[in-house]
């Protein structure tokens, strides 16, 4: 193995790491999409608000 | 509007409308699920058995230049494209290519466009399924032990070529091979147990095991590998540093090379999986507000660390240290399933490491193989609303068959060689030239961008878009063109010189010894049967062999100023038709399969239209 190819390698390796390294850090860091369609109790209309009486 | 109605009665379900987001259809569970899935689709074979030799066969690291420029012109740019279409479609409510393309390009002719779509999946399904059945097979030698032969290299080769009877055609159906049968058979309904669960408890839950388990198999495999040493103090040069340099050493020279190029773009073209209508129908079950831009990018870059980093620094560094440079001239699956099995044997653990390494091909090839189902599925089952179980049992039919051909004509892999050049390299370079048409000039680039922005974590820089629209059609024709060139037209090309006392050798009706002995010098091996013919042109002969009642070239020889050149014959794919009659009947059938789908598209095109999920443009 000469220079060259250690360079090649070393270069060629760490640049592909990086970029999917980056890219899964960047996914795992987003809040689920689930979390998204999750509706707490006030936000769900139950349409019984104008009837209350 | 009756047919409609008596669908929904039939199979409790109600049909998209055009415009209307697919809510009710199935949906990925998850970011991290998708992306996955996707990357599973792309990771291979090719990326642990191809790349390597790819690579060491144009200029080992100089090979990464042309290698990541195509990654970057070619590779991502339509990666992202086929996402953003992909996911436009499914919110106007369709998953399949033919569907996507006509709300891509409202054109009655848009749909027909979508058979490639369906069929490059589904024809690469009926052979692909037969390779991971090898690789099962493969593993479960290796714990039953009948792979560990040695060190000699022929018992491997003939281990092959009875598991894959490449003697006779028909051999595998006999009682000898029921072993492969069970195997195949398993390896198959394994397929669509997955694709009958469906796109989020089948599909998407087996990538999220099936992923972080490849890579953890691959790695073991890694470190048994680079903790090698020098294996035969005999051979110094065979070691890890060596098969290290055997693989990344550059040789700049290539890179003058436009075979070097055509080898990086066709590699990065087929690693990525674009092109293969899979892509698009995976984005299509995306919600509205899911991001594709940082997702393609993820799981291009998976797909590149599967590639680069594991197939780069394992494959061919092993084959290397044990087999020496004879390694890298070997093809993919001379590498795969000959090289490789006698590397596992020479290795300490070899038995262990050998079972890890083709389990993990296993299901490499399976997460790409149920990905070639899907599309197929989803077009029966929004194109006739048939339900999964009658869909998912026409799609296992047609493949059933298309396999069955596949392994029955096993003599020289001719068939399975057929679908893959026809299919699994031809149509993919017309499919991927399709679709950054249909983005680039007709969805059009200012709609492509705005769309791939919606719900987006990261920007494509704007000049992606210019360069889908106008570097990435011109490229791939371009590519196009010399693979063409290369592999489908037939070549004559000057190997060798000899001594002009050569030609009087030539007015014999066979070649002598000492022509023979020439020959083998130069490293070109003609048969000793062969028959040689003067031509008519004065200083010209031709060596041809009769094999099977065919005549077949083997080289010309010229008369030239520097000597007797040796041109040896490189039979192009047109010429391997013309010449046997299992290749034309490959053919045939891939045709037969192209018209049943057209109708199938047609069918399903009028249903769309009565049910208005279809609108053209100026109707």
Known sequence: MNPQGWTVMLVSVSLVLALAGYCLYRVLRLPPVEMKDIKGPLEINTGDIADKD | ?619
């Open chain 2, 1 to 619: 509007m009756g047919l409609d109605f008596l669908n929904c009665l039939a199979f409790g379900r109600v049909a998209n409308v055009a415009n209307q987001p697919n809510q009710g259809g199935e949906q990925w569970a998850t970011r991290i699920g998708v992306i996955l899935a996707v990357a599973g689709s792309a990771v291979g074979l090719g990326n642990f058995l191809r790349f390597p030799g790819q690579a060491a066969q144009n200029g080992g690291g100089a090979f990464l230049l042309p290698y990541f420029i195509s990654l970057l012109v070619l590779g991502i740019p339509l990666c992202w494209a086929e996402w953003t279409m992909g996911r436009y479609g499914g919110l106007k409510g369709f998953n399949s290519a033919p569907g996507i393309y006509s709300i891509l390009w409202p054109h009655r002719a848009a749909k027909y466009f979508g058979v490639f779509a369906l069929l490059i999946p589904l024809i690469i399904y009926m052979y692909y399924v037969l390779i991971e059945s090898w690789c099962l097979g493969y593993a479960l030698a290796y714990l039953t032990g009948d792979l560990m032969k040695g060190s000699d290299a022929t018992a491997y080769s003939a281990f092959f070529g009875d598991y894959v009877g490449a003697s006779k055609n028909g051999i595998l159906l006999d009682s000898n091979h029921r072993w492969q049968l069970t195997i195949l058979a398993a390896t198959f309904v394994f397929n669509f147990v997955l694709i009958y669960r469906g796109v989020s408890k089948g599909i998407e839950m087996f990538c999220r095991v099936a992923m972080p388990v490849m890579v953890v198999l691959a790695m073991i495999v890694l470190v048994r590998v680079l903790t090698l040493g020098t294996p035969d103090p005999a051979k110094p040069e065979q070691s890890v540093l060596g098969g290290l340099g055997f693989m990344w050493n550059p040789n700049f020279e290539k890179l003058t090379s436009p075979q070097t190029w055509l080898a990086a773009s066709g590699q990065i073209f087929f690693s990525l999986s674009v092109g293969f209508g899979i892509i698009i129908n995976y984005a299509s079950y995306l919600k509205r507000e899911d991001d594709v831009v940082l997702s393609g990018l993820t799981s291009s870059s998976l797909n590149e660390f599967f590639e680069v980093c594991l197939g780069g620094l394992i494959t061919l560094p092993a084959a290397f240290i044990f087999l020496g440079s004879a390694a890298g001239e070997q093809g993919t699956f001379g590498l795969g399933f000959v090289s490789l099995p006698n590397v596992f044997a020479m290795m300490p653990g070899g038995r262990l490491f050998g079972f890890l390494w083709f389990f993990m091909l296993f299901i490499a090839a399976i997460t790409s193989s149920v990905s070639m189902l899907q599309p197929v599925i989803a077009f029966l089952e929004e194109g006739f609303d048939l339900k999964r179980h009658v869909s998912a049992a026409l799609l296992g039919l047609l493949s059933a068959m298309g396999c069955g051909f596949v392994l029955y004509f096993s003599k020289g892999s001719v068939a399975l060689d057929m679908f893959d050049f026809w299919v699994g390299s031809v149509m993919i370079f017309l499919l991927a030239l399709v679709q950054s048409v249909v983005y680039g000039w007709i969805f059009g680039i200012e709609r492509g961008e705005r769309e791939a922005h919606i719900g987006a974590h990261i920007r494509i820089p704007r000049f992606v878009q210019y360069m889908l629209k106008y570097v990435v059609p011109v490229y791939l024709l371009v590519i196009f063109g010399g693979f063409f060139w290369n592999d489908v037209l037939s070549h004559n090309e000057l190997q060798a010189t000899l001594d002009p006392r050569f030609a009087a050798h030539l007015d014999q009706e066979h070649p002598s010894e000492e022509l023979l002995a020439a020959l083998a010098e130069k490293q070109i091996d003609l048969s000793p049967e062969a028959t040689l013919e003067s031509l008519a042109r004065n200083g010209e002969w031709i060596a041809v062999q009769v094999v099977e009642g065919r005549e077949i070239r083997l080289a010309t020889f010229r008369n030239t100023k520097d000597g007797l050149g040796v041109y040896p014959h490189k039979a192009g794919y047109v010429e391997k038709i013309l010449q046997n009659p299992v290749a034309l009947a490959s053919v045939m059938f891939i045709g037969l399969i192209t018209v049943f789908l057209m109708l199938l598209v047609r069918i399903a095109g009028r249903r769309w239209e009565s049910q208005g999920r279809l609108r053209y443009a100026g109707s």
